[in-house]
């Protein structure tokens, strides 16, 4: 069975300190690997697809890196406006698995 | 900027009856999904369609889901017999390709089964 780990669960922040969100993940025959923020009560909204080791992308203050079987998002001097939950979630063919995500509080 | 659309936002129903909770996907998409959300729990995949069929579908989508594409817009999620643990809220997503391609999110439909 597919297995998808985030980690940690919950991340607070001071604004401007950086840090690393984990994805940990066990698919098999990975197409792709994404990422999502999602705001309370929304659904969730499309940051970063990976599609093979090595590969980076950046938007803003995130960048996301992919290796073998795991994938991290970094964020860089946060602000409170990216305060939301992180969810990854790896592609295999039509079926995109979304792991627990990582809860980030941002402080001003 | 086209954008997935879901109705109801919330609708409140009792236990034993049926619902239907509708989806318009992106225009020129293929691929559609329902997903589902337990307050505080992870976003969970039910079930995926494509070409008027189900490609594939989890565990929790048994005998009292189905899907329809009733038209060439709408994509629908019916519950025949609510039970109180399918409160949750339910996500539509919709894919423009197969294998690769993000997937774009409704902002969801609140289901409360009392």
């Known amino acids: 069975e597919d297995q998808v780990t985030q980690s940690p669960e919950a991340l607070r922040l001071q604004e401007g300190e950086s840090s690393s969100l984990n994805c940990s993940y066990t698919?098999?025959?990975?197409?792709?690997l994404f990422w999502y923020r999602q705001d309370p009560g929304k659904g969730p909204e499309f940051l970063f697809t990976?599609?093979?080791a090595g590969e980076e992308k950046e938007k803003e203050r995130l960048k996301a890196t992919l290796t073998k079987k795991e994938s991290f998002l970094h964020i860089t001097a946060p602000k409170p406006e990216d305060s939301a939950t992180y969810l990854c979630?790896?592609?295999?063919?039509?079926?995109?698995?979304f792991g627990t995500g990582t809860k980030l509080q941002v402080i001003p | 900027e086209p954008e997935v659309t879901q109705t109801p936002s919330h609708q409140v129903t009792q236990m034993g009856q049926e619902v239907i909770l509708r989806c318009v996907p992106i225009?020129?998409?293929?691929?559609f999904y329902w997903y589902r959300q337990i307050l505080g729990q992870k976003v969970e995949f039910l079930v995926s369609f494509y070409n008027n069929e189900i490609s594939e579908k989890s565990e929790i989508f048994d005998d009292q889901f189905s899907v329809e594409r009733p038209d060439g817009s709408n994509f629908t999620l019916k519950i025949r017999s609510t039970k109180l643990e399918d409160s949750a809220m339910y996500f539509c997503?919709?894919?423009?390709?197969?294998?690769?391609?993000?997937?774009?999110f409704g902002e969801g439909s609140r289901l409360t089964v009392l």
């Open positions: 979630a790896p592609c295999y063919y039509q079926k995109v698995t």
């Open positions: 990976l599609y093979s």
């Open positions: 225009s020129n998409h293929l691929y």
């Open positions: 698919v098999s025959g990975l197409r792709g």
């Open positions: 997503a919709s894919r423009k390709t197969k294998n690769t391609g993000e997937l774009f």
